[in-house]
């Protein structure tokens, strides 16, 4: 079983930075980060594959977000650019564990506790 373990976050005006970090435990295929605002739908902000690295980003965070991982400390983070108001959310990170099918769009087995980020006008 997989335990994620958030950090980071916080509040920032915008056009500022903040990155968020994700401890975890096993080695599961595809890594993500999502968010989730008061009243809206959970909407899937980026995915990484901890075998190879690669990357995917919605189109409302493409250019301005960055995910990578630190495999040595089983670690994945999501760097965050240019933030705007619209990105204030609960974020959290996820973990995916079939060896098949998609990163995207596709459900995530475990998940992190969540943190708040908060981008001011």
């Known amino acids: 079983e997989e335990t994620l373990v958030q950090s980071g976050g916080g509040s920032v005006q915008a056009g500022g930075s903040l990155t968020l970090s994700c401890v975890y435990t096993s080695n599961s295929r595809c890594m993500g980060w999502f968010r989730q605002a008061p009243g809206k739908e959970r909407e899937q902000v980026a995915y990484i594959t901890t075998a190879v690295g690669s990357t995917y980003y919605g189109d409302s965070v493409r250019g301005r977000f960055t995910i990578s991982q630190d495999k040595a400390k089983n670690t994945m983070y999501l760097r965050m650019n240019s933030l705007k108001p619209e990105d204030s959310a609960m974020y959290y990170c996820?973990?995916?564990?079939?060896?098949?099918?998609?990163?995207?769009?596709?459900?995530?087995?475990?998940w992190g506790q969540g943190t708040q980020v908060t981008v001011s006008s």
């Open positions: 996820a973990a995916r564990t079939p060896l098949y099918g998609a990163c995207w769009g596709t459900p995530y087995d475990f």
